[in-house]
């Protein structure tokens, strides 16, 4: 049984080229890690759809996002708890857009959110690793970084040039 995870995530307006390398990733790392991500167009689509074998948990904000027929639906009051700590409005969100932002801190921590992923693998307009270096196009998944780095968690955006071997050095092995 594995139990290694990582979070696959990123922006939903990612250029094509970048989205059929993470299709590529999903798919090399689909037998040695289990993917977490979030059911939206763009990245998280990408990196789910280059899973073959059932090794990832989507984490939805409601039954059938974006067609999804994950059964990891919603949020707990913990991970909205937890999130609400990385957003400047949080109290001003609506509900549903409350559960959307909480699902980071799954695809970051598990579903139990004590169960870290190893990194966070994604791709932004800006590069952003660090909350330092988010910025407005870091959009949503500035959340998950945040959180990652509060956590120890590497984050590797694949928007910047060494992204390759970094991801190389934490799973251990050459990506062909």
């Keep these: 049984m594995l139990t290694k995870y990582y979070a696959g995530i990123g922006s939903r307006r990612v250029p094509d080229t970048i989205a059929l390398r993470m299709r590529g990733i999903a798919r090399f790392l689909q037998d040695d890690y289990i993917l977490r991500s979030g059911g939206a167009p763009g990245s998280d689509l990408a990196f789910e759809l280059g899973v073959s074998n059932g090794n990832k948990e989507i984490f939805i904000p409601s039954k059938g996002f974006n067609g999804s027929e994950s059964t990891l639906i919603g949020s707990t009051k913990e991970a909205m708890e937890l999130t609400s700590k990385y957003h400047p409005n949080w109290k001003n969100l609506k509900e549903y857009v409350k ?55 590497p984050v590797i955006n694949m928007k910047n040039p060494l992204w390759i071997e970094r991801l190389e050095q934490i799973i251990g092995c050459e990506i062909i």
């Excluded at 791709?123 to 407005?136: L, Y």
């Design 99 to 153: 559960i959307l932002m909480a699902r980071n801190a799954n695809q970051v921590l598990g579903n139990d959110l004590i169960t870290p992923s190893e990194f966070v693998l994604c791709w932004t307009p800006d590069g952003a690793e660090s909350p330092k270096q988010r910025s407005r196009d870091t959009g949503g998944t500035g959340q998950a970084i945040s959180i990652a780095y509060d956590h120890g968690i």
